[in-house]
């Protein structure tokens, strides 16, 4: 909605500010929605279900309704939402919309503009209604930056936790002969070790525990190949207190036993 001319906004008469009743609920409609509706809620809680979809809401929640879309709400009766909606449509084709949820971060011009907007179609000044849909336009270009700044954001966090990903990996080869757990390492990384176990296996394509006997197995080929080391030297370097368990892995890993490759 970037390059939408406000010229091909219509407006609908449904809109408004309003504080829920302490009973109110949104029923399922009997058709979906045939229009857009800007849905923001300034505070209270409660819960929206779009598509089949809940989304718990508080003050910055904001909903972007578009045509065909199926919607409910409740709210918490001890906490009370306000909101705003406003309908309108659009008569030319969009090829980038807003996403249909979002907290709105920057609060204090997003509701300055539904302000303005609730205010103008009330009091119906002169310009009422061309102002009215280039505030429509404004308010779609704040959905916009916001997704925007949301999927940098995404990328920065992605890039950072890949970034993290390898420097444990790294790590453990670097140190092949240390205990490494699970949890040592999650705490390495400063994340929480069921997510950090499944994003090290999605990056690196192994498990933690896989990964640690490869990066020992591989120090061990080493050890017996250039140092001379005897295969129950390499196999205590490398942590093995039991030379028949080291024996099994190395094969398992290698395909071969310890004294072959020494």
Not at 22 to 27: H, I, M
Not at 115 to 129: D, H, M, Q, S, W
Not at 214 to 237: D, F, N, P, S, W
């Amino acid at each position: 909605m970037l390059n939408i001319n406000p010229d091909h906004v219509v407006l609908k008469p449904a809109f408004a500010t309003i504080q829920c009743e302490p009973n109110w609920e949104w029923k399922k409609r009997e058709q979906p929605f045939a229009n857009y509706d800007l849905f923001y809620i300034w505070s209270g809680e409660g819960t929206v279900v779009l598509n089949r979809r809940p989304y718990n809401v508080q003050k910055g929640s904001c909903f972007l309704f578009k045509p065909g879309d199926e919607t409910t709400a409740t709210q918490n009766s001890q906490n009370a939402l306000t909101l705003t909606y406003i309908h309108f449509d659009v008569t030319e084709f969009i090829q980038t919309v807003p996403q249909s949820y979002r907290i709105i971060q920057n609060t204090l011009n997003f509701e300055s503009l539904l302000t303005r907007y609730v205010r103008l179609l009330l009091e119906k000044p002169f310009g009422a209604e061309v102002e009215a849909k280039l505030i429509i336009k404004e308010l779609m270009i704040h959905l916009l930056r916001e997704d925007l700044q949301e999927e940098k954001q995404l990328v920065d966090v992605s890039n950072r936790l890949l970034e993290t990903i390898r420097e444990i990996a790294n790590y453990i080869r670097q140190h092949p002969s240390r205990e490494h757990s699970i949890e040592n390492l999650a705490a390495r990384a400063n994340l929480s070790p069921r997510y950090f176990s499944k994003k090290f296996k999605q990056i690196i394509g192994q498990t933690v525990r896989s990964y640690i006997i490869q990066a020992r197995i591989e120090r061990a080929e080493h050890l017996l190949y250039y140092t001379g080391m005897t295969v129950t030297e390499a196999a205590k370097t490398l942590g093995y207190s039991d030379l028949h368990f080291f024996s099994r892995q190395f094969k398992q890993y290698t395909g071969k036993n310890p004294s072959e490759i020494r």
